[in-house]
């Protein structure tokens, strides 16, 4: 067994689970195939409170036909409608309030985001029509910002508030808050250590280190059901962190005060994707041991709930109405801007999930 698995095991609590010798993965819990995904890698999945499924794929480099599509008999179909009007887009996630929104970076290949192209997009899932945009200003989106996930309280403000993760490759990370009803957004914890890539952090995904140039901000983020608290990571780091919502929100908190409210939850494992449940546990991804966390409540110790081989890189976690959490599984450390130009992936990718017997976060 190798020294980061006795390591991980000993930390992390995986519940003595059996190792393959072949591949030094534990199987863990019972995943679930939902869907295949012979083309372009996706990113995102949103299951909404009605029970429908969505996806969306980023223009890395891919032949991405459509930047959002609706699961429809297990095969994607193009949302909102066939012609695509997006430029990049990261995440979609449900609302719970009969809305899907699409988060468009306008960055593709990682590039800078497109002047004016950055921006939230609510589609409204009776009529399938778009019917609210709102474009980030030049202050929110930086030259260097890349726009990730994002979560929504409407308990807050005249028409709620969505908080978002920039995973910078190359500038500070941040929390955007966006008001939902003016548009107005205002980056929180501009480039504090809880939203900058961990220093010395160097990941080992496939028994191989990551390149040094992997270095991603905030990335993961969840909310907690009463809407109080929002949990985030960076990409490049093992730590959970945590952050009062009203302090993030008051434009009287300075920067400064706001850092000290900040809480390290300590390690959790390498992370992408985050969710919170309706009973306050949250879910972590780990990507170096294609494996899926939870922390109970009010708890300290984390436990293994999933772990596979094809649970490679747990990107985005969706929870259903069917008390399933939902994984997008899409090998992007196997991308050939990791590994000297050689595109490693192995088609299809995958979209899982996992009994947990709860229901998402509400959100107002």
Not at 57 to 65: C, K, L
Request: net charge neutral; with cysteine; charged share 20%.
């Amino acid at each position: 067994m190798k020294a980061s698995i006795l390591v991980a095991a000993a930390v992390l609590a995986l519940n003595g689970a059996a190792v393959h010798a072949a591949d030094g993965i534990p199987t863990v819990g019972k995943l679930e195939r939902v869907a295949t995904f012979g083309g372009a890698m996706p990113t995102g999945v949103a299951v909404t409170e009605g029970g429908r499924i969505f996806v969306n794929f980023p223009r890395w480099g891919d032949d991405v036909a459509s930047s959002v599509a609706e699961l429809r008999d297990g095969k994607p179909v193009p949302y909102p409608a066939a012609a695509d009007p997006f430029i990049s887009v990261q995440s979609v996630v449900a609302d719970g309030r009969g809305r899907v929104w699409i988060l468009d970076t306008a960055a593709p290949k990682f590039s800078a985001p497109q002047p004016g192209g950055a921006k939230l997009v609510a589609v409204d899932l009776a009529t399938d029509k778009v019917v609210k945009t709102i474009v980030f200003a030049p202050d929110a989106v930086l030259p260097t910002t890349y726009v990730n996930d994002v979560r929504f309280d409407f308990r807050a403000g005249k028409e709620g508030v969505a908080y978002i993760t920039d995973s910078s490759l190359s500038g500070p990370g941040a929390i955007i808050v966006l008001d939902l009803a003016t548009g107005k957004a205002v980056r929180r914890l501009d480039g504090h250590p809880s939203t900058s890539p961990e220093a010395g952090f160097v990941p080992a995904v496939d028994g191989k280190p990551m390149p040094a140039s992997f270095k991603v901000a905030s990335d993961g983020i969840a909310l907690s059901p009463d809407g109080a608290t929002l949990y985030y990571c960076a990409l490049s780091s093992r730590r959970l962190y945590a952050v009062p919502t009203k302090l993030l929100r008051d434009p009287g908190v300075s920067e400064a005060a706001l850092a000290l409210a900040v809480r390290d939850l300590g390690a959790k494992g390498a992370s992408d994707g985050l969710e919170a449940d309706a009973g306050g546990a949250v879910y972590a991804g780990d990507y170096e041991h294609n494996a899926i966390r939870k922390l109970a409540a009010g708890g300290t110790t984390w436990q293994t709930i999933a772990q596979a081989p094809n649970l490679s890189w747990p990107d985005t976690f969706s929870i259903g109405p069917d008390g399933y959490l939902y994984v997008i599984a899409n090998q992007l450390h196997r991308q050939a801007g990791f590994n000297d130009g050689r595109d490693l992936r192995r088609k299809p990718y995958e979209l899982l999930r996992v009994k947990i017997d709860a229901r998402p976060a509400p959100t107002k």
